[in-house]
């Protein structure tokens, strides 16, 4: 690995939910530095709920009560210099440590009631922020065997991204991940509701995928 990590994650059931809108709807939600990233012309947002265990920090063991808590993640795809990245809206989490954290590394967290259970071969994940408005739930089913991703592909385009941007100040800053190539799951989603979303979007997502688990390190932020 090229760069050293600081925090290694296992990342549990992770949905994907994709929708797709005109770029001009996301353009004045981003900083003025990044350019929004299409795909044959459209912007894309995505929802992404999941769980974090064996959390630890680098040359460190897991401290408990510090390895494991849930995550719901609002994103959408940007390019910096070049570099094709994404940029996050809201993160919410239901580890009050975990999100003082992040904000103090300007990365945009809320404080979150959540909650992830398993009803037969369906997984429910609910959360209701607890300072502001913005809840989420959704019922689904994984239905297929794991494929790898086509390069190429909007599939890969959404997925196979290793870095995230944002704003620290008046600086652009990244932080980048590690973790092996996504293999999907085609899920069958019901019961969705979401008020998180940075623009309204009545319509279901078009495109969604599952992932089962995976190995995570994240790399400390830089300004650019």
């Not at 760069?3 to 005109?22: C, D, N, R, Y």
């Not at 922020?129 to 390069?151: A, H, I, M, N, Q």
Request: with cysteine.
């Amino acid at each position: 690995m090229k760069k050293s990590w600081i925090i290694k994650q296992t990342w549990e059931h992770l949905l994907f939910l994709h929708w797709e809108t005109a770029p001009e709807r996301i353009l004045p939600l981003l900083p003025d530095e990044l350019e929004l990233d299409l795909f044959a012309g459209k912007a894309w947002i995505t929802v992404l709920p999941f769980r974090v265990t064996h959390q630890r920090f680098h040359g460190l063991p897991e401290i408990p009560f510090l390895n494991t808590y849930l995550e719901l993640n609002v994103r959408t795809y940007v390019k910096y210099k070049g570099m094709a990245g994404v940029y996050f809206f809201t993160l919410d989490a239901n580890h009050p440590l975990t999100v003082l954290g992040a904000k103090s590394l300007s990365l945009p967290y809320r404080h979150a009631k959540m909650a992830l259970e398993n009803e037969g071969k369906n997984i429910i994940f609910k959360s209701s922020r607890l300072l502001e408005e913005g809840e989420f739930s959704v019922l689904y089913e994984p239905v297929s065997e794991p494929r790898k991703l086509e390069p190429g592909s909007l599939d890969y385009w959404l997925l196979e991204r290793y870095c995230l941007f944002t704003k620290w100040g008046n600086k652009v800053v990244r932080g980048d991940i590690r973790h092996k190539n996504w293999e999907v799951i085609e899920a069958k989603i019901e019961r969705l509701k979401n008020s998180v979303l940075p623009i309204d979007l009545k319509t279901a997502p078009v495109l969604h995928h599952y992932s089962l688990r995976k190995e995570a390190f994240i790399i400390s932020l830089k300004p650019q």
